[in-house]
């Protein structure tokens, strides 16, 4: 997960639910690029899409243990 997946998971849970193209805005980021962010973050289980189309996150708090390892 990428700094900017977790500054959007920040933004959504702050906001409620949000648009996608009021997240764009709020994050100073293409739209395009957010959408693919919030499709990985709701394949992972971190957002849900809403029935208005827009996305909220279900939780109050998140812990994300991750493991790093130098490629090569």
């Given amino acids: 997960m990428t700094t900017s997946m977790v500054s959007l998971v920040r933004q959504i849970m702050s906001a409620?639910?949000?648009?996608?193209?009021?997240?764009?805005?709020?994050?100073?980021?293409?739209?395009?690029?957010?959408?693919?962010?919030?499709?990985?973050?709701?394949?992972?289980?971190?957002?849900?899409?809403?029935?208005?189309?827009g996305v909220s996150c279900p939780f109050a708090d998140i812990h994300v243990d991750m493991h790093l390892r130098k490629a090569g």
Wanted: net charge positive; glycine share 10%.
């Fill in 16 to 53: 409620g639910e949000v648009s996608i193209r009021e997240l764009a805005r709020r994050a100073g980021r293409d739209v395009r690029r957010v959408h693919d962010d919030v499709r990985v973050l709701a394949e992972l289980g971190l957002i849900e899409r809403t029935t208005s189309g």
